[in-house]
T-cell receptor, first 114, second 114 residues
Framework: DTEVTQTPKHLVMGMTNKKSLKCEQH?????MYWYKQKAKKPPELMFV???????INESVPSRFSPECPNSSLLNLHLHALQPEDSALYLC?????????????FGQGTRLTVV | SQQGEEDPQALSIQEGENATMNCSYK?????LQWYRQNSGRGLVHLIL?????REKHSGRLRVTLDTSKKSSSLLITASRAADTASYFC??????????????FGKGTKLTVNP
């Protein structure tokens, strides 16, 4: 199984809502990542978890709250988002948190904030 | 901050032709990766080349790296309609906390016409 599964595929939420994005992998990878991608732009790193510990937070606003309940799961909790937060949110995993390892990406969650 | 910049931004070719995309970067790197992204979907790893390598092949893909010019190229030979996608180079850079992270270039949108 070389898949990273993200749910939901699409999400529309209001600015006062609380929602969560989920990501799952069963490849035994110990590094997991959240990226944000705006239209026609490259993915931008948000968070990195290494061995279930947050290792990188790229100064992401606190309305985005990551969580890694175990080595296979990664969540991104959303609260009080703004319309400019609408984007494709990509989860990725790799064997370990090293930039010379292949990252496996999920298909993303297309988020629209209204 | 963005490290790599792809050129051209968009490329349209006929099936069977070769496609060449270039990536230039600003600071010294240890590795460079190429990824493909079909429209609005997740990224797929294509190839990784290390700073001490000059060329790598994978099927119809050929990647070169010229560290003196801080540039890399991706050649897709005998292109197919299924190669239509955006192609990103990714290089190592430092996160705000000092850890290494992968930074994606702006990407080249390749269209292969049947």
């Amino acid at each position: 199984d070389t898949e990273v599964t993200q749910t939901p595929k699409h999400l529309v939420m209001g600015m006062t809502n609380k929602k969560s994005l989920k990501c799952e992998q069963h490849m035994g990878h110990r590094a997991m990542y959240w990226y944000k991608q705006k239209a026609k732009k490259p993915p931008e790193l948000m968070f990195v978890y290494s061995y279930e510990k947050l290792s990188i937070n790229e100064s992401v606003p606190s309305r985005f709250s990551p969580e890694c309940p175990n080595s296979s799961l990664l969540n991104l909790h959303l609260h009080a988002l703004q319309p400019e937060d609408s984007a494709l949110y990509l989860c990725a995993s790799s064997h370990i948190d090293r930039v010379d390892t292949e990252a496996f990406f999920g298909q993303g969650t297309r988020l629209t904030v209204v | 901050s963005q490290q790599g910049e792809e050129d051209p931004q968009a490329l349209s070719i006929q099936e069977g032709e070769n496609a060449t995309m270039n990536c230039s970067y600003k600071t010294s790197i240890n590795n460079l990766q190429w990824y493909r992204q079909n429209s609005g979907r997740g990224l797929v790893h294509l190839i990784l080349i290390r700073s001490n390598e000059r060329e790598k092949h994978s099927g119809r893909l050929r990647v070169t790296l010229d560290t003196s010019k801080k540039s890399s190229s991706l050649l897709i030979t005998a292109s197919r309609a299924a190669d239509t996608a955006s192609y990103f180079c990714a290089t190592d850079a430092f996160s705000q906390g000092g850890s290494e992270k992968l930074v994606f270039g702006k990407g080249t949108k390749l269209t292969v016409n049947p």
